[in-house]
């Protein structure tokens, strides 16, 4: 047997919020919507991962999500330009990793990163 896809569910009151957010900040695209859950996905081959952890790094809370991102000084000057505040960063961490923190709009962690 061999794990084939991992998936986040985040519940919401209000699936419809997730789209300006994920879709128009971040750039996923909507594969899937039902009206009560919406699928978000990145088109590339991603290896299936899960991480656990006792804190965030650099004396950080844990995120809820990390989301990897090519441009990170682009993600960036999204989340400014919609208005979405920072919670940590950005920085550039020891291991080897540059990101900041965002809350999406149901309260979740966001780990923005690339890898240097």
């Known amino acids: 047997m061999r794990v084939k896809r991992i998936v986040t569910n985040i519940a919401a009151t209000d699936v419809s919020l997730a789209r300006r957010f994920y879709q128009d900040v971040l750039g ?10 919406a699928t978000f996905a990145a088109q590339s081959k991603m290896v299936p991962q899960l991480s656990v952890a006792s804190e965030g790094g650099s004396g950080t809370p844990v995120p809820d999500l990390s989301i ?12 400014k330009r919609a ?28 780990n923005i990163l690339t890898h240097e």
């Not at 996923?28 to 859950?37: H, P």
């Not at 990897?68 to 989340?79: G, I, N, P, Q, T």
């Not at 950005?90 to 990793?97: D, K, L, Q």
């Open 68 to 79: 990897e991102v090519d441009d990170l000084d682009e993600a960036l000057r999204r989340m």
């Open 28 to 37: 996923l695209e909507v594969v899937m919507d039902q009206g009560w859950i």
């Open 83 to 110: 208005g979405i505040a920072l919670e940590y960063g950005p920085a550039t961490e020891p291991w080897g990793v540059r990101r900041f923190y965002v809350r999406d709009p149901f309260g979740r962690l966001v």
